[in-house]
């Protein structure tokens, strides 16, 4: 289907931000259909919050232009900031007050009344799991129920499109599923989802399609199965008996532009492979012409990591 301004949620064409010679973000191009989880994947410093930060209007783009809800990140900024909610990597909760209190007080903030704030807080108490600690002071909670608090905040004003900016850095596994649920029931609400993540596993469970930024450029957009057929269908992971031949083995395969890593540590070398068996036999005839240099080796479906390491150079962050 082609998508047209009424079917995005989010739309960026050109976007820059440089400071003094430092390009940060560099002539960036985004499409988000409405209802949809959108994923933004790179490594530290990739350009992934500031992208953020000029879509949700914290920050003024050097060049380009952007469009998220409908509306002109720069001409309609008010009308920008009214359809969004952005929860960063921090929580932002007043934590001398209680959850109740909290969401009451984001619900005046948002123009509610008195009596349509305090039933909206209650909603999304319910909502997210928070009711029996509604009226404990929220210094008092988890990392997981204050961020999930954090999140319900965001929601008061009934948002088009929800900006979750690394959402689940420095949660346990526990709470980090449970967050990873609560976007689940926001997409089927209807809700468009805008995620930034270093976690690869992340992106593969929650959204339709995945942008990969590196060094301030997007290099790669797609589902997750399409960028995985990008790199590979399949992986075959060559294991040497010892770091010689480990070595001898770099060097056979060291100009197959195709080979997707090496590591040192664990004597392995990765190479894309359709999965046949001839083209298994093919790259081991290649990898150990003598057959005497690898110790084992194995077949794996292509993921997200062997696509991050491809197209970044950089190790993928695994939860």
């Known amino acids: 289907m082609t998508s047209t301004p009424q079917t995005l949620a989010i739309e960026a064409d050109g976007l820059t931000k440089a400071y003094g010679e430092l390009t940060v973000l560099d ?8 209802g949809a989880v959108f994923a933004l994947l790179g490594p530290n410093g990739a350009g992934k919050t500031t992208t953020v930060r000029i879509l949700t209007t914290l920050t003024r783009a050097t060049a380009g232009r952007a469009r998220v809800a409908g509306h002109d990140i720069v001409a309609e900024r008010s009308r920008v900031r ?3 909610s952005l929860t960063g990597q921090f929580v932002a909760i007043d934590e001398k007050q209680s959850g109740e209190e909290n969401l009451r007080m984001m619900g005046r903030l948002r123009g509610l009344s008195r009596a349509a704030a305090r039933r909206r807080a209650i909603e999304l108490l319910e909502r997210f799991d928070l009711t029996d600690a509604a009226h404990r002071r929220t210094e008092t909670y988890s990392g997981g129920m204050r961020r999930r608090l954090d999140l319900a905040s ?34 089927r609400s209807g809700s468009t989802i805008f995620l930034t993540t270093q976690y690869l596993e992340e992106a593969d469970r929650l959204a339709n399609r995945i942008g990969l930024v590196d060094n301030g450029r997007l290099v790669a957009q797609g589902t997750a199965d399409e960028l995985k057929a990008r790199v590979s ?6 294991t040497a008996v010892d770091p010689s031949a480990y070595l001898r083995i770099v060097q056979r395969t060291e100009n197959t532009s195709r080979r997707l890593h090496h590591i040192p ?7 894309p492979t359709d999965g046949s068996a001839a083209g298994v036999r093919a790259l081991l005839d290649e990898a150990d012409p003598d057959r005497c240099d690898l110790l084992r080796f194995s077949v794996h479906q292509a993921t997200l990591d062997d696509v991050f390491l491809t197209l970044t150079g950089k190790e993928p962050q695994h939860v």
């Open 27 to 34: 002539a960036l191009h985004l499409q988000v259909e409405r």
């Open 82 to 84: 009214r359809a969004i």
């Open 154 to 187: 965001g929601l008061v004003g009934d948002p088009e499109v929800v900006f979750l900016d690394e959402p689940t850095t420095g949660l346990d596994p526990r709470s980090r599923m449970e967050l990873w649920q609560l976007v689940r029931e926001l997409a």
């Open 233 to 238: 269908g399949h992986r075959l992971d060559l």
């Open 265 to 271: 540590e664990t004597l392995t070398i990765g190479l």
